[in-house]
């Protein structure tokens, strides 16, 4: 039999690689979180794989050389949200391929920042004497974070964009007298808002002290 043609034959009665089990990770993650996902083939032959896989989104890993059977354990994280499947294969030393596993979606989200700290400032102020109220809160997904200052009378002040767990500090000066209930809120790159702080209470007297 000429070489070419038993080359070939025995590339056709080689055994199949056999398909990866489905990928085995979260369901749902945040954006830019890292996770870990296995990738697991059951042997029906003795052979040194590398995992290919396949996040979706146009991004791909390969492994370092491993056993047939053995798990392959790897972080992944997503910069965008949606939903992404993931799906992996494996090619052994002759360069032979095996389909692709079933599917494991998983859909990353963005979530709203958490709750800010109850702002911190001055109890007692002077009428339009300015006072300076400070705040934190961290993302989910590390997003940057601006905050929204509701000084109790109607008006409110929206900070500079803060890293996520950044103290971020406000100015801000009562034009009358009174009390009043300083809340604050952070909003992410997103657009997505947290709820409202507890509020802290400032008396604004009728005139200066200094």
């Keep these: 039999m000429p070489p070419l043609a038993a080359a070939l034959l025995l590339?056709?009665?080689?055994?199949?690689?056999?398909?990866?089990?489905?990928?085995?990770?979260?369901?749902?993650?945040a954006q830019r979180a890292t996770a870990t996902f296995r990738f697991h083939n059951y042997p029906d032959v003795v052979a040194r794989v590398r995992y290919i896989i396949d996040w979706g989104g146009f991004t791909a890993d390969t492994t370092a050389e491993m056993r047939l059977g053995d798990t392959a354990t790897i972080s992944h994280a997503w910069?965008?949200?949606?939903?992404?499947?993931v799906r992996c294969r494996v090619q052994d030393q002759d360069a032979r391929l095996s389909d692709w596993s079933p599917l494991k979606t998983v859909v990353v989200t963005n979530g709203p920042?958490?709750?800010?700290?109850?702002?911190?400032?001055?109890?007692?102020?002077?009428?339009?004497?300015?006072g300076e109220f400070?705040?934190?809160?961290?993302?989910?997904?590390?997003?940057?974070?601006?905050?929204?200052?509701?000084?109790?009378?109607?008006?409110?002040?929206t900070s500079a964009r803060h890293a996520s767990g950044d103290t971020a500090r406000v100015l801000y000066s009562w034009p009358g007298a009174g009390e009043y209930s300083v809340r604050v809120k952070a909003r992410d790159e997103a657009g997505h808002e947290s709820g409202w702080s507890a509020a802290h209470h400032v008396v604004i007297t009728g005139k200066r002290t200094d």
């Design 11 to 29: 590339c056709c009665t080689q055994p199949r690689l056999p398909a990866p089990a489905q990928p085995d990770g979260p369901d749902t993650l």
């Design 134 to 157: 400070q705040t934190r809160a961290t993302d989910p997904e590390a997003d940057l974070i601006q905050y929204v200052f509701d000084w109790g009378n109607g008006d409110s002040s």
């Design 79 to 85: 910069s965008d949200t949606g939903a992404f499947t």
């Design 113 to 130: 920042p958490n709750t800010p700290d109850t702002p911190r400032g001055p109890d007692t102020l002077a009428v339009d004497s300015a």
